[in-house]
C-alpha cells in the first residue's frame, strides 16, 4: 500500500519560517519526481513546486508564488521529501499535500499518490 | 503560465443524471490534461490522465475527452459519492496549473 504522509505543519508568524516533511512508503521512492500542492482555505488547488529524480539530477520548478522563498530537496535513503519555507506571508495559509507526479513520458505527467495533507496557519 | 477555466463553476444534478464538465486552457496543451475529484477534507484523487486514459479503480462512469484547448470530463450516471468538487490540471508547461474548480452539488 502506498503512503505519503506529511508532517510539520505549524502555526508561524509572517516572516517566519518552517519546514514540512513527507515520508513515502510502498513506492520506489528514488525513481520518482515528487511534487507540493497547496490549497488555501475554502480555495482550490495550487502547484508548489517539484523535484525531479536522481537521473534528471533532482533539478526543481517552482511557481512564481513561492519562488525565492521556498525550496523542495529530498533524500532518497530515508524515501523522503522536504519543503522548507522561508519568510512566509498570510497568504501561504494552506494545507500542503506531497504528491508523486508520475510522468511515464515527457508528455503523460500526474498525481496519481497523495498525502492526506498538513495544515500551515502563517498568521501573528 | 497557462489558464485553465472550468465551466460551469457549481452545477446540481441528480443521482442518475448524465453531467458533463468542461476545461478550457488558454493555449494548446496537446493532451496534457489530468481530472480530479476532491472530498470535502481530503486530497485529490485522479480519474483520468492523458486527457482520457481512466485511472485504475475508477469507474467507468466517468471519462475524458479532448485536446489542445478543450476539455470534458463526463460522469454518464451520477452516483451519491460523485458529489463533489471536480479540478482539470495541466501538465504542458510550468508552471503546472489547476483550473478553478467545479462543485458538483446534488439538486
Known amino acids: 500500500e502506498v503512503q505519503l504522509v506529511e508532517s510539520g505543519g505549524d502555526l508561524v508568524q509572517p516572516g517566519g519560517s518552517l519546514r514540512l516533511s513527507c515520508a513515502a512508503s510502498?513506492?520506489?521512492?528514488?525513481?520518482?519526481?515528487m511534487d507540493w500542492v497547496r490549497q488555501a482555505p475554502g480555495k482550490g488547488l495550487e502547484w508548489v513546486g517539484r523535484v525531479r529524480n536522481k537521473a534528471k539530477s533532482y533539478t526543481t520548478e517552482y511557481a512564481a508564488s513561492v519562488k525565492g522563498r521556498f525550496i523542495i530537496s529530498r533524500d532518497d535513503s530515508k524515501n523522503s521529501l522536504y519543503l522548507q519555507m522561508n519568510s512566509l506571508k498570510i497568504e501561504d495559509t494552506a494545507v500542503y499535500f506531497c504528491?508523486?507526479?508520475?510522468?511515464?513520458?515527457?508528455?503523460?505527467?500526474?498525481?496519481?499518490?497523495w498525502g492526506q495533507g498538513t495544515l500551515v496557519p502563517v498568521s501573528s | 503560465a497557462i489558464q485553465l477555466t472550468q465551466s460551469p463553476s457549481s452545477l446540481s444534478a441528480s443521482v442518475g443524471d448524465r453531467v458533463t464538465i468542461t476545461c478550457r486552457a488558454s493555449?494548446?496543451?496537446?493532451?496534457?490534461l489530468a481530472w480530479y475529484q476532491q472530498k470535502s477534507g481530503k486530497p485529490p484523487k485522479l480519474l483520468i490522465y492523458?486527457?482520457?486514459s481512466l485511472q485504475s479503480g475508477v469507474p467507468s462512469r466517468f471519462s475524458g475527452s479532448g485536446s489542445e484547448t478543450d476539455f470534458t470530463l463526463t460522469i454518464s450516471s451520477l452516483q451519491p459519492e460523485d458529489f463533489a468538487t471536480y479540478y482539470c490540471q495541466q501538465f504542458k508547461s510550468y508552471p503546472i496549473t489547476f483550473g478553478q474548480g467545479t462543485r458538483l452539488e446534488i439538486k
Open positions: 504528491t508523486r507526479g508520475y510522468c511515464r513520458s515527457t508528455t503523460s505527467c500526474y498525481f496519481d499518490y
Open positions: 492523458d486527457a482520457s
Open positions: 510502498g513506492i520506489t521512492f528514488s525513481d520518482h519526481y
Open positions: 493555449q494548446g496543451i496537446s493532451n496534457t
